[in-house]
């Protein structure tokens, strides 16, 4: 894990948030060569010139080769303010996998993207099988300096590692579409149906029609299990916190929905420490509300972008903590949901 904590160190703990692309691409190279790689020895081409076709050329960042295999995996580089979920990316990066013959590539940015080729799945183009936050302790971190360091890489493991990734997605899918489903309402109507079939083996109808009659049967939320899937006060500054905006929640938009809702939440201490801490934390946010951020962050984090979170912030326990705004409510993208559940867990 120190050799994951030292990449988190060089690629993202220690840089300035306007690092340009460049100097970020050096960074790279030096975790490459931290993972056993050299670019001395022709094991890291950088930004090799490509002949492809009579009149074209492509110069991908970092392409990782061995004497023995030739070309192994292809590397990415975008400046990491930005934001590397962007279909312009990753189609770069599918077609340099594509010409260079490689099945496996990375973007790496303000987190680690790996992509391996969509034929290993019976799928075009190249699929994503991991996304890595620069989080110290992260057990993903480790993985990485396991299959991607020079004295381990392997491309049969990695193929079985995206295979175990494609599996716990597709259990967490299938997680969230049941619970979905049974919350939905129409299996209460077949809880009650069962049970009085049931019951008729021991009473009259009469009876069981009674009791159903002032007996509420459905299938609600456990607030206290949350399902595990491979997973001092300091000067406060002068703010113009979100605290005390008088706004109802009927029919809001998701964004001021989760602002209100949120500030209620802090306004009667229905958040404990352990919670704020997770919040802070982009894996728990992806999972919990299936959003791209963390769902707090203090100004000084290395997560905070003012175009990614609102303005306000809350005052928690003597702190400042900014709530991202990156909220949406589209038949492709619903975060309400996730949202909804979590906040009736907190309110309990």
Not at 225 to 247: A, M, Q, S
Not at 304 to 333: C, L, M
Request: aromatic content about 12%; glycine content about 4%.
């Amino acid at each position: 894990m120190e050799k994951w904590n030292e990449l988190c160190y060089m690629l993202s703990e220690n840089i300035p948030s306007n690092m340009s692309e460049q100097l970020f691409e050096l960074k790279v190279i030096q975790a490459f060569e931290k993972l056993g790689w050299s670019e001395y020895n022709n094991e890291i081409i950088v930004r090799e010139s490509i002949q492809v076709g009579a009149s074209n050329r492509i110069s991908p960042d970092l392409v990782l080769k061995s004497k023995e295999l030739g070309n192994l995996f292809v590397v990415e580089v975008k400046k990491p303010s930005f934001e590397i979920d962007n279909l312009t990316f990753k189609g770069q990066l599918s077609s340099y996998m594509g010409i260079m013959r490689v099945d496996v590539g990375i973007l790496i940015g303000n987190k680690i993207q790996l992509f391996l080729d969509g034929r290993f799945f019976k799928e075009n183009g190249i699929i994503l099988i991991d996304e890595i936050d620069f989080e110290r302790d992260n057990n993903k971190g480790l993985n990485f300096v396991k299959l991607f360091s020079k004295e381990n890489y392997n491309r049969e493991k990695i193929e079985n590692y995206a295979k175990e990734k494609t599996l716990e997605s597709k259990e967490i899918e299938g997680f969230k579409k049941l619970k979905n489903q049974l919350l939905s309402g129409n299996y209460n109507e077949k809880i009650v149906t069962y049970l009085k079939t049931e019951l008729l083996k021991e009473y009259n109808e009469n009876i069981i029609d009674k009791v159903f009659q002032i007996l509420e049967v459905k299938i609600a939320n456990n607030s206290n299990i949350f399902p595990l899937i491979n997973h001092e006060r300091k000067r406060i500054k002068k703010y113009n916190t979100f605290e005390n905006v008088d706004i109802s929640t009927k029919k809001l938009p998701i964004g001021q929905y989760v602002r209100k809702t949120f500030n209620d939440l802090v306004s009667t201490n229905s958040i404990d420490k352990s919670e704020i801490e997770r919040l802070q934390q982009g894996s728990y946010s992806k999972l919990t509300f299936d959003i791209q951020f963390p769902f707090l962050a203090k100004e000084n984090s290395k997560y905070y972008e003012k175009i990614r979170y609102w303005k306000n912030p809350y005052h928690i326990d003597g702190e400042f903590y900014f709530v991202t705004s990156q909220w949406y409510e589209v038949p492709a993208n619903n975060d309400r949901p996730y949202y909804e559940e979590w906040l009736n867990k907190m309110k309990r």
